[in-house]
């Protein structure tokens, strides 16, 4: 192998040094700082759940407002 052959793998293997140590920092923030489906899934259900509690009482007071315009 040549000099320039050298600098270039030198390059490579400093180069995947800074990329292991990215991904590292990715996975990290991920276990630490990010919701999973499962931890996210019963407050999903609570919210959609009163969201469509107050959609039913809306629709049902229009619906009570319209029949009671047309007695």
């Known amino acids: 192998?040549?000099?320039k052959e050298l600098i270039e793998i030198a390059g490579l293997a400093k180069d995947i040094t800074y990329i292991k140590g990215e991904v590292t920092d990715i996975k990290n923030k991920l276990e630490e700082s990010y919701v999973t489906?499962?931890?996210f899934d019963p407050i999903k259900k609570v919210v959609y759940g009163l969201v469509g509690l107050i959609l039913t009482g809306v629709v049902g007071a229009l619906l009570?407002?319209?029949i009671?315009?047309?007695k």
């Open 1 to 3: 192998m040549n000099t």
């Open 37 to 39: 489906k499962d931890e």
């Open 68 to 70: 009671d315009r047309t």
């Open 64 to 66: 009570a407002l319209v």
